[in-house]
DNA sequence: AGCTATATTTTGAATAGTCAAAACAAAACT
DNA sequence: AGTTTTGTTTTGACTATTCAAAATATAGCT
């Protein structure tokens, strides 16, 4: 029995949420609901049935995981995005401030032969246009945990390597302010009173604010 | 209300039975269904609503016609199939006899972003890689009607331009022929009794029988 | 402990698509 | 005209997915 799409899309939001809270902790149903757009009703629901699959781990009242088959299918639900997202950036000269929306059409449709041979294609790249880590075919995903504007040390060169929000007029905006991944920048300042970090990226001096901030992945160099 | 996979299914074989049938008469509902792949009950309600949406003309127990919008919408599926068969075989190195499923699929999730991405990347190609015709994005199809290998002169030279089958072994027998669209041949003579038609393609002498002979389409030089 | 606020589950119902089998219409053949 | 064959429609039922609103549980606060 394959996965449906909506299938899919529950077990990646899981992924997704399971990944930004600290791990061990179970993903409450409201969350999930949220993440995937639907009533909280309807999560319930869904989630029961995937409990029933083996697909997740389900505990009423408190809240989701998925169980390692579930985690595996996420996975690959996840390299077809990403690897999708690279190639119609590389290859079909998209934006990468566009490429989210038809990635997560395309994710559950492409067969495994496009996929692999996308792959190829690209060079078996190891992350996509925002930075996210692409999974090797047999699910692996190594994912390190970065820096952000927020954390880094100040007035040290460091990199731009990940931002982890896929809202096309954030990306644009950081597009035009020099701040894609691969650029090199330096964090000056931060204000807390002001909510706001200011950093040095080309020649400009760009103040954000710290959610914002928290968006952009960094590396030091 | 934008057009479920399942819809668009509909329109397209009922596109497909119109134009292999005399027009003018209705598609006999046994053969949608066939067509689609459902037991007939399924079809008759399809149909009905598809009557209610304005996008079919219905007649009870004789058949059913594409309204003027049903066949626009037809096209435009007609148009993202064919251009993204032509873009596995050109940009992805595909083979054309393996395309037709991951089109079928791919047909009704690209954006129209990307197929007008894909039709500029190609060189707003006139055909796709089995020679048949793609429609333009405002919804016209150019659809000369060719001879086949049953219907052309003999012993003369013309040109493979289009197949009209989709199975995939037929089609690598095709090519292993040298009969792949684009290519030179003659028919030498054709056995009425033995049910056969024989051709010189390249060095090779080929017999194959008149059903398939009447799939492979011709233009005289 | 008792009450309130918040989150979760249940219930009842809706939509899209499907099937199998019974009922029926049209065509074809005596 | 009467009967059989063939094709079509209707009926009743099922799966997957969803929602709104009622019922219930847990957690938080007094």
Redesign the interface.
Known sequence: MLPSSTVENYLKALHQAEASMGNETLVPMGQLANAVGVAPGTATTMVKALAESGLVEYEPYVGVRLSSAGTRLATLVLRRHRLIEQF?VE????SWA?VH??AE??E????D??VE??DA?LGHPAVDPHGDPIPTADGALADPDYHSLLTCPLSTPVTVTRVTDQNSSFLRFLEAQELKPGQSIEVENRNSAADSVQVLAGERRVTIGTNAASKVLIEIL
Chains 1, 2 share one sequence.
């Open positions: 119609l290859v079909m000269g998209m566009d929306e038809d059409q395309l559950h449709v492409v067969s032969r496009l041979r996308m294609m």
